[in-house]
């Protein structure tokens, strides 16, 4: 047993063993194979329909909420969007504790119960007749609170697949996941065909219009979910080598099971891994909130046109996403799991580096809504609600470009476009990289023993960084401006750069050619014949 975890201490993480090597003697059969990997793509589907959830409701809510309670404001949109987000950062080591010591099955499925009930309180919030966004705010966290069952499902896949399978396996998992963020907006656009008015149904005082039919779907496909995990879902445990093992999960044992040494779990790696994950969702909730009023203030974009182009640059970071996940499922035989984590770190500096404001073209100033000369106290929501603005029935799209009453505009350089995009395609290469590498080595670090409240611990971490980031990033940039977003951005990712990159990022950057002069001179002669400030500000 002791050789059996040095051996496995001592492996690289990708694992070099292959079928038919001593490893390989002990085998499953092709009916518990077949068993196992119907499990695993049942919560393939469990977290493609969690991600849904979230995001077939997330450009009509503001709208709705307006609709349903004339009191609720901008700030408090923002808990209603952070409520998802906490309910899940709470339920996840609830969950994954429950899943330690009880079959998955039962998490599982009052987890999806929630979020079953949660939607149908969506439906019903405009019924009550006061207090309407409250309603509102417990059924998105509510809904959230039902999602933390991520955790369950990740620390399954983490159990029930060997250590040459993990990596694939995560990526497919985090591949759906990027899927339902992708096909949720989608499926909410298809649904506002029905338009607001809709039809009620005067039996149950259900009202099913562009609003309600979303979540009504989700509740449907939430108690599809349900009879698929009580009827196919098995527990399944398997060592690093595919060895079928004991589990306190398993209510019957086999007599062809081994048991796994449990062994001690590195503190410190765990510790890290956390931090290291918080960051990296921090860092791309800070650019997840940012596009939208960044594409308005520096292109002057009206409220349609940044609804459009923001949601099909943010569509096709998406389809980038998915297309990386399955690419690291190859690319990670060949040079493993912490390079790939360490280039997706790198790759994501150099987006936020490349989005830092340099030259001497300035964004168009707007003037037309000043009326004194204070600075708004600009919350999470207010920045969040341009996305759900509706057009005036005028078709009066309002004054563009960047407000004044952002001082920031009258001297901070504009971010060309092509340099929006080029960051934007980088960071879209970045994050999904650090996502899955995250996962697949927090799983490794593990080992062996049930994972379930440790998954939930890393997924709170990623659910506080959601909630935490935008807020943080929302007052930066409306008090300083992108230079000073962008600026923070990077510099934390410089922190939890290992010494070795950082030092050698650091010696092309002082070079005498390095990547600043070099990036200056681009900039200055793109900007070679562009106006100056006052004709900026004058158009």
């Known amino acids: ?65 307006q609709k349903i309670d004339h009191t609720a404001d901008a700030s408090f949109l923002g808990w209603v969007i952070a409520s998802f987000s906490l309910g899940q950062m709470v339920a996840s080591p609830i969950f994954g504790l429950w899943s330690n010591y009880r079959p998955r099955k039962e998490p599982l499925t009052v987890s999806i119960f929630i979020s079953v009930a949660a939607n149908c309180l969506y439906a019903y919030v405009q019924v009550p007749a006061s207090h309407n966004k409250y309603y509102m705010l417990v059924a998105r966290g509510l809904v959230g609170f039902g999602a933390g069952n991520v955790a369950v499902i990740r620390s399954y896949i983490a159990g029930a697949t060997s250590l040459q399978e993990r990596t694939s396996s995560m990526a497919n998992t985090s591949a759906c996941q990027a899927l339902g963020f992708i096909l949720g907006p989608v499926f909410q656009t298809c649904f506002a065909l029905i338009g607001e008015k809709g039809v009620t149904w005067d039996t149950i005082k ?14 449907f496909l939430g108690i599809l979910n349900i009879i698929l995990i009580l009827t196919i879902l098995r527990e399944h445990r398997v060592d690093d080598s595919g060895r079928q093992c004991k589990n306190i999960n398993f209510e019957e ?16 790696a765990v510790v890290a891994t956390n931090v290291l994950f918080f960051v990296i969702l921090f860092i791309f909730a800070l650019f997840e909130t940012i596009v939208t009023p960044l594409t308005m203030d520096m292109y002057a ?18 389809v980038e996403a998915v297309i990386i996940f399955m690419g690291i499922k190859l690319l990670s035989k060949k040079v493993g799991e912490r390079a790939i ?19 001497h073209q300035f964004p168009k100033i707007q003037w037309e809504d000043l009326h ?46 092509a340099q929006f995009l080029t960051s934007a395609v980088l960071i879209g290469v970045g994050y999904p990289s650090c996502n899955v590498m ?36 929302s007052q930066v940039y409306a008090a300083w401006g992108p230079r ?39 900039i200055s002669a793109a900007n070679l014949n562009t106006s100056n400030v006052s004709k900026s500000v004058s158009s």
């Open 1 to 65: 047993m002791a050789s059996l975890g040095v051996e496995a201490e001592q492996e690289p993480l990708l694992g070099h063993s292959i079928p038919g090597s001593r490893e390989w003697d002990i085998i499953e059969t092709e009916e518990h194979y077949k068993s196992r990997w119907r499990s695993i793509r049942i919560l393939y589907l469990t977290m493609f329909l969690s991600s849904v959830g979230f995001s077939i409701v997330i450009m009509s809510i503001w709208p709705y909420l």
């Open 206 to 219: 259900l009202q099913i219009n562009m609003y309600t039919a979303p979540v009504l779907l989700g509740a």
């Open 253 to 268: 044992a086999s007599t062809d099971e081994v048991q796994v040494p449990q062994g001690n779990i590195d503190q410190v």
């Open 301 to 318: 974009w009206t409220r349609e046109q940044a609804v459009l182009y923001d949601g099909i640059i943010l569509a096709a970071l998406g």
């Open 341 to 359: 984590l360490l280039g997706g770190l790198i790759v994501v500096w150099v987006g936020f580096f490349i989005l830092l404001p340099w030259g």
């Open 372 to 417: 004194n000369n204070s600075i708004p106290n600009t919350t999470f929501g207010e920045i969040i609600i341009t996305l759900w603005k509706i057009p005036r029935e005028d078709h009066n799209e309002g004054p563009t470009g960047c407000p004044v009453e952002q001082a920031w505009c009258l001297y901070t350089p504009m971010i060309h476009l």
């Open 438 to 473: 995250s996962y697949t080595l927090y799983s490794k670090i593990l080992g062996p023993k049930p994972q379930g409240m440790y998954m939930g611990w890393l997924t709170a971490s990623g659910s506080a960084a959601r909630i935490l980031g935008p807020v943080f990033i």
């Open 484 to 522: 000073w977003a962008f600026s923070l951005a990077f510099s934390i990712l410089w922190l939890v750069l290992p010494k070795g990159p950082r030092n050698q990022i650091k010696g092309l950057i002082l070079a005498k050619n390095g990547t600043i002069k070099a990036l200056r001179r681009i």
